[in-house]
């Protein structure tokens, strides 16, 4: 849901760490994992997702980003696969 999605975000800009709050609050099987998805190229993704992902910088995090799964606080941890 938008409004759990926009709590999470205030909870990384008040200094959370982005891991203890995949784990607390995500409902994707990388919640175990501090929300680690791995590396991924562009095309396995969704649309939405990818697009965010791809247009952040190297430790940066986004906003939340709505896809057919859901919102999503995405955090990019790696170049390009």
Known sequence: ???????????????????????????????????DLGEFGKGQMVEAFENAAFALAVGEVSGPVRTRFGYHIIKRTGLDA
Do not use: T
Not at 5 to 30: H, I, M, Q, T
């Open 1 to 35: 849901k938008e409004y759990e999605a926009e709590d999470v975000a205030k909870k990384l800009a008040e200094g959370n760490s982005f891991e203890s709050l995949a784990r607390a609050y995500s409902k994707c099987p990388s919640k175990d994992e501090g929300g």
